[in-house]
Nanobody
């Protein structure tokens, strides 16, 4: 059962911006203070890669090298949500973007450490 739902994807021109959002699909899904929430992406023919993450307790943020200084992850604790603001988008940012929960924030770039995932949402940069 999918516990996280992504929204905000679409098609954008190079240099443009998009903001993705991730919310729990049910009220029973809890984001605990020990958790880290993250965004991953998977481009066609490539492995899924870490994009950005934020710790729920103290709002510490982490970014993949290819998106640093262009993307910003936000924790919206009051809404149990996490967003990803993407600026200056490039064709190589194209892919399916996934939201996921890491129970304790360890090895946050390792997708095997995440216990819940969204279904993913498509982001396409280009005409």
């Amino acid at each position: 059962q999918v516990q996280l739902v992504e929204s905000g994807g679409g098609v954008v021109q190079p240099g443009g911006s998009l903001t993705l959002a991730c919310v729990p699909s049910t009220r029973t899904f809890v984001i605990y203070s020990s958790n880290l929430m993250a965004w991953f992406r998977q481009a066609p023919g490539k492995e899924r890669e870490f994009v950005a993450g934020v710790t729920w307790r103290n709002n510490k943020k982490y970014y993949g090298a290819s998106v640093k200084d262009r993307f910003t992850i936000y924790r919206v604790a009051a809404e149990n949500a996490v967003t990803l603001e993407m600026n200056n988008l490039k064709p190589e940012d194209t892919g399916v973007y996934y939201c996921a929960r890491n129970p304790d924030g360890s090895a946050y770039t390792d997708e095997s450490k995440y216990d819940h995932w969204g279904q993913g949402i498509q982001v396409t940069v280009g005409s």
